[in-house]
């Protein structure tokens, strides 16, 4: 159960501050972000949080993306955002699950059936409502609900088999998986794909090697349709690993360990057919536990796999998702081993071409293929975790022939051209982080603030163009354009990975489903409420194993603030010291001992403070848990079940 309030270790900031550039920059950035914030739930929705859209939806496209839009309200309420957002991504959650069911995409509160790239990125507007709790009886019973449909007991959604470890399908929701798929489902994406390679080579009339497969021509849609559900769509991919988020975010609402044990044991089956596969894990694994089943025996050639459409992007990721979820579960490090193996196994393949190190992105019926440079995000994430001397190995092995200090301001959402970073949901800037958390970017946080607020400047210039009128959006869909399902990703200016780096201490989640993994957060004691007090502003400096260094500052002259540190986003650490440091980092006294998983720091007015708080990590099971005792009730209902129908 939560700790008592009042019974946390408590300490005072007394000395005077001024505040420094990058303490008002994250004030400003604060209240643009709930001013914008307000005019794009405006700009896109009606009253009751129902968005702004068409009459219908085909396909089985598009129910992520509205939660895509709209998810970083509740984030940003998390870290210290306007109080009224709480309630605002709340309604808009409630409002577009409504509404997606009545266009018929989702069922019982849960996508019917889609992949889990999309529903990865869509199910973050859940895990960030978790975060900004209290959590409420219908958010643990809607927890467990979705758990259930991929732990095997659920009857209406059968996507897992438990004996085998496996979920059944690329394809899967609340209807159970999808082995068939059709011309209606595909839909809204075959404009879209003519721009993308080919899922197979021997598509009777189309080119692979040009790149491009014309998904609108009739007779190719077709001949695809059936060698999908011949090959592809049955049984297990790595991309379904995405599926442990949505388990993690279960046990967080009611620490039951059966959901921990889902997490590890699917994660180890994954482990089990990389080895038998020779150490590259096999991206289609059919419904008899079979390598390359329905594919002629081939490890390569599934859904969102090595061959189709993305690659290694689609493979490492989810194997990232699931390995940090497990260890946040566990704390046992060597689950991370799975990416961590993969990872060595696509750099043992690299090659020199032009002066660059380059690795093979896909493999196909030819061998390994588009060749491109290694990205350094991924190792960042376990090195972030870990803290471990082999996973800062795996960065500093990528040749550095960019500047890491160099902060991207994306345009648009997707890859920046010019270095290579994904910038999808805008978050484009992991490597300077890194460089700024192990000290070679000192003046990181004032330039990436600045950036961020150029990025919202931006956005809201692109809100408020006739592009952006959501009244003008019927015409490309009347014209058979459906891609502007993404737009209110393309015009949302809530964006605003400079504050979960600086306040939190750890990268932007994983856009493709991460869970938001970092090393501190905060409640606001006063208000009782997560995040940062209002006029407070906190930076994490450094990071080490056994500690994390931060200063708060109050830039306000008028009211005394207190905040509650939690040691790890779901305060999954416990703090084991606390000692006060002066404004060049040396000691001012000896460390104390603490215990728990919370600090509470009252700031007089005008005033800060720098910490080096020591931490055992991975001390705690991690929830949703605050720092003061929940005002509702921690159980589930128990509905009745297999009721006879028979009248009496």
């Known amino acids: ?31 643009t972000l709930n001013e914008a914030a307000k005019e794009f739930v405006a700009r896109y929705t009606e009253p009751d949080g129902t968005l702004i859209w068409q009459k219908e939806w085909p396909g089985m496209d598009g129910s992520d993306d509205p939660y895509e839009g ?50 990865g990125e869509g199910y973050l507007f859940l895990y960030f409502l978790g975060l900004a709790g209290p959590a409420t009886l219908k958010d643990r019973q809607r927890a ?43 839909s809204t994406h075959r ?85 038998n596969n020779g150490g590259i894990i096999p991206d289609n694994v059919g419904l008899s536990g079979q390598i390359g089943e329905y594919n002629d025996g081939k490890w390569w050639g599934g859904y969102y796999g090595w061959r189709w459409p993305h690659g290694f992007m689609t493979i490492i990721e989810p194997l990232t998702n699931a390995c940090m979820n497990a260890v946040l579960l566990t704390g046992d490090m060597s689950k991370l081993a799975l990416a961590r193996n993969q990872l060595d196994a696509n750099w043992a393949l690299r090659k020199e071409e032009n002066g660059l190190t380059l690795v093979p992105n896909k493999h196909g019926d030819h061998g390994w293929h588009d060749w491109r440079k290694a990205l350094p995000k991924y190792p960042v994430y376990l090195w972030t975790m870990s803290m471990a001397d082999e996973d800062l190995e795996r960065i500093d092995r990528i040749p550095k022939d960019l500047d890491w200090n160099e902060i991207t301001v994306p345009v648009v959402s997707g890859r920046d051209s010019r270095t290579g970073r994904e910038t999808k949901h805008y978050i484009g800037n992991t490597e300077p982080w890194f460089q700024y958390i192990r000290g070679l970017n000192p003046d990181y946080p004032s330039r990436i603030l600045s950036a961020n607020m150029e990025l919202i400047g931006r956005q809201l210039e692109r809100m408020r163009s006739e592009k952006g009128d959501p009244y003008q959006w019927s015409i490309g869909y009347a014209d058979g354009n459906y891609s502007s399902i993404h737009i209110w990703q393309e015009m949302c200016p809530v964006y605003f990975e400079s504050l979960v780096q600086l306040t939190l201490g750890g990268p932007m989640h994983i856009s493709h489903g991460g869970l938001q993994h970092a090393r501190v957060r905060y409640f606001d004691a006063q208000e009782r409420r997560p995040g940062l007090p209002q006029g407070v502003s906190a930076l994490v400096e450094a990071l080490t194993a056994d500690s994390v260094t931060l200063q708060l500052c109050n830039t306000s002259l008028f009211d005394e603030r207190e905040v509650v540190i939690q040691a790890g986003t779901f305060g999954e650490h416990a703090f084991t010291s606390v000692q ?69």
């Open 580 to 648: 006060r440091l002066d404004r060049e980092g040396e000691p001012l006294s000896d460390a104390e001992t603490i215990a728990g998983k919370w600090l509470a720091v009252h700031l007089l007015r005008g005033t800060g403070i720098r910490l080096k708080l020591g931490m055992k990590r991975y001390a705690n099971a991690p929830s949703y848990d605050m720092p003061w005792p929940s005002p509702y009730r921690d159980s589930v209902l128990a509905g009745r079940k297999d009721v006879d129908a028979t009248c009496m």
């Open 191 to 275: 404009a879209i794909l003519d721009h993308y390679p080919a899922p197979y080579e021997d598509i009777p009339g189309v080119d692979y090697e040009s790149r491009k497969c014309p998904w609108s021509n009739d007779e190719v849609y077709g001949q695809i349709l059936n060698m999908m559900n011949e090959r592809m769509n049955r049984g297990d991919v790595p991309l379904n690993l995405n599926a442990s988020g949505l388990i993690a975010h279960a046990y967080m609402h009611t620490g039951d360990p059966a959901l921990r044990d889902w997490v590890t044991q699917y994660l180890a089956a994954w482990e089990e057919r990389t080895r």
């Open 144 to 186: 467990v609900n979705f758990a259930r449909m991929y732990t095997g007991d659920d009857p209406a959604a059968p996507n897992y088999d438990k004996e085998l470890k496996l979920i059944r399908s690329p394809l899967t929701g609340s209807d159970g998986p999808r082995f068939v798929v059709t011309a209606e489902d595909w």
């Open 1 to 31: 159960m939560s700790q008592q309030q009042s019974n946390l270790p408590r300490i005072t900031a007394e000395e005077r501050m001024a505040p420094p550039a990058w303490a008002l920059q994250e004030q400003w950035l604060f209240q």
């Open 70 to 119: 709209f998810m970083n309200l509740a984030l940003l309420y998390v870290l210290g955002g306007s109080k009224e957002l709480h309630g605002v991504s709340r309604q808009l959650w409630e409002a577009i699950t409504w509404q997606w069911t009545e266009y018929g995409q989702v069922n019982r509160e849960f996508d019917r059936y889609y992949d889990w790239m999309h529903h």
